[in-house]
């Protein structure tokens, strides 16, 4: 069983660093060209960005795959381990398809941050024209939480008993939202609101799409900044389930680093794409549960019972399986008609 890390940081950190100035760089085009100016985002530029950010996640994926089916084969540990170079290519091959994997289960895991963006835009009243300004920077600021998330999870996975507990919470929580009635999000109650006003004043209106604004020479904040620290918060939250769950499809540092990052960059488009029709999907959430009780029982039991590696393409099966049915079901199965009011009383 190959247990070492194919791609370790103190040899691939040149990788790391390109990876990361080419993704600042790929923001940076998108907010100082793409959308200098702020505007509504409709559903052809939405869906022509998420087709764009897909499209170069895919590109990465094979250019991954490739890489590692030339590199393995000459890697000097695998050389020295005894990895023939029909195993080092079917190693390259399984990098390629958890990379695939592990995007397509953060990507689906994303789905509620789209809620939550819906609730916090609606609620804080911020204008259709601002509201890519505020993802664009609550994007940014997830970027760095998960960075910090995923080189924790990195150190802490190295103990065996923390992947009890990370298999554990993830089948926890993949029943919570099989079987806990829902919750409606109130803003209002989010501690990163709270404490913004506690250190900064807040203007009850947009002034354009500034963060901030001078009111009798006092620096106040505007519900763009609100909405930010609720996003960002929220962002903070929704972490603590799919950092796990991405470490449940793979033990690969640059892939979990860079399959999130793919996930995360393409969730703005997603947001404008699917806005308007999220709430169709009713059966979403359950299929959401059923990947976090997979990937928890993956990581738990289902890796060991396997001898130690549970097989790649059927995660990337199952977990598809379960996705598309429950958007299958969710366009198929008509909602159950509301009640008719009761006749008024003569």
């Known amino acids: ?134 993802l664009f920077y609550g994007i940014l600021g997830a970027l760095v939480f998960r960075v910090i998330f995923i080189a924790l999870g990195s150190v802490l996975m190295q103990f065996e008993w923390v992947i009890w507990v990370f298999g554990g919470f993830l089948i926890l929580t993949g029943l919570k939202i099989l079987f806990a009635p829902e919750k409606p999000m109130d803003p209002e109650k989010n501690p990163a609101l709270r404490l913004l006003r506690r250190w900064v004043p807040i203007v009850p209106r947009c002034e354009g799409q500034k963060f901030f604004v001078l009111e009798n020479g006092v620096r106040h904040g505007t519900p763009l900044l609100v909405a930010l620290a609720v996003i960002e918060a929220s962002d903070i939250i929704f972490a603590v389930d799919s950092v796990p769950a991405i470490f449940a499809i793979t033990k690969e540092p640059l892939v979990v680093f860079t399959s999130n990052i793919f996930a995360i960059l393409g969730l703005r488009s997603l947001f404008f794409l699917l806005s308007g029709v999220v709430h169709k999907f009713r059966f979403l959430k359950y299929g959401l549960g059923l990947v976090l009780v997979f990937v928890g029982l993956k990581m738990a039991w289902l890796n060991g019972l396997m001898g130690g590696k549970f097989p790649i393409v059927w995660s990337l099966g199952i977990i598809g399986a379960i996705l598309v049915t429950s958007i299958a079901a969710s366009l198929l199965i008509a909602r159950p008609a509301a009640p008719a009011p009761a006749p008024a009383q003569p």
């Open 1 to 134: 069983m190959m247990t070492m890390t194919l791609f370790p940081f103190a040899d691939y950190w040149w990788f790391y660093a390109l990876f990361t100035l080419g993704v600042l760089g790929l923001l940076a085009l998108d907010l100082g060209v793409f959308h200098r100016e702020a505007h509504v985002v409709g559903f052809r530029e939405a869906l022509g960005w998420t087709v764009a950010w897909t499209t170069l996640a895919l590109v990465f994926c094979f250019g991954l795959w490739r890489y590692a089916e030339w590199k393995l084969p000459q890697d000097p540990r695998l050389i020295e381990a005894g990895v023939t170079a029909a195993a080092a290519a079917e190693l390259a091959q399984r990098t390629a398809l958890e990379f695939l994997t592990g995007y397509v289960v953060e990507l689906s895991l994303s789905v509620d941050n789209i809620f939550v963006f819906i609730v916090v835009f609606t609620f804080f009243g911020i204008p259709a024209q601002y509201q890519h300004r505020v």
